[in-house]
């Protein structure tokens, strides 16, 4: 594809640019890049006393790994969430933000979307390498899928960098979608089952039966990271591997996704300067 003879082309500034992302995030800061774990810790003890303790939602054990621990089982899903959001959130304003740039210079228009992705692939390593190291400490054995879970970081990787390319360039032309993608985020989440099992969706898909012979939960499954905080949580929690047509559909949704992203990115990056 272009794009990977552009990135290998250009492989100099994409480091510069994904370094200036990462130092430039906590600069002049005491604590630097510790400061990526404050964010999710301060969402684990909330979304922990609001939903473990007032609400009483109480997800199942780990199988096989036995693990009942509601910290961990949240942060399973929270932090490739987070990391999806920063992601699209910031590869949505990355190309207005380097308007001037675009405008004076010619390199790759990818590589500023590349760079903000690696940025926070670099802190979200961080943070799921605390992840596992708390899940081990506290019972789990998730050794034997510490690679798969890589592989699927990689495709997430993948599947938010083709939603950011897709929403830079509309965003180049709509400046009102970074506004309606807050909102969009802020109820997205909530049909997530990152702080709520799918059990309960199930149950009640159950209480209100189907129409035409498709039910609530079979609505719910079309949500595309579903699928993925799936994926992480029987790695990392249940310490299994996911299902096949689980793994099948994470493939095809980070590729799709990507493809698309790039297919559309690539049409129209020679006239940003003139758009922007």
Not at 133 to 147: D, E, M, N
Not at 216 to 226: A, E, S
Not at 238 to 266: H, K
């Amino acid at each position: 594809m272009a794009i990977f003879t552009d990135l290998r082309e250009s492989r100099e500034l994409l480091y510069n640019l994904t370094m200036r992302e990462v130092k430039g995030k906590y600069k002049r800061t005491a604590l630097g890049q510790l400061w990526s774990l404050a964010n999710p810790i301060a969402l684990m003890l909330v979304y922990s006393f609001v939903f473990r303790f007032v609400m009483k939602i109480e997800p199942a054990a780990g199988d096989p790994s036995g693990l009942h621990i509601f910290a961990l089982w949240l942060m399973c899903g929270l932090l490739p969430w987070s990391f999806f959001t920063n992601v699209v959130n910031g590869g949505m304003g990355v190309l207005v933000g380097n308007e001037n740039l675009i405008k004076k210079v010619y390199f790759p228009r990818s590589a500023l979307l590349v760079s903000n992705s690696l940025s926070w692939l670099y802190s979200w390593g961080i943070e799921m390498a605390v992840l596992l190291v708390a899940i081990i400490v506290l019972g789990g054995s998730p050794y034997l899928y510490v690679l798969p879970a890589v592989v699927l970081m990689a495709l997430l990787t993948l599947f938010a960098t083709g939603v950011a390319m897709l929403l830079s360039i509309a965003n180049v032309y709509f400046r009102d979608l970074q506004y309606l993608m807050g909102i969009i985020f802020q109820i997205w989440f909530y049909a997530n089952p990152i702080v709520y099992p799918q059990s309960l969706v199930e149950q009640t898909s159950s209480t209100l039966g189907s129409f035409h012979g498709v039910t609530v939960f079979d609505v719910y499954r079309l949500n595309p990271f579903y699928h993925f905080i799936e994926a992480f949580r029987n790695l990392l929690y249940d310490n299994r591997m996911p299902d096949l047509s689980t793994s099948v559909i994470v493939v095809s949704l980070s590729l799709g996704a990507f493809l698309i992203g790039w297919r559309v990115f690539d049409r129209h990056q020679a006239r940003l300067a003139e758009a922007l």
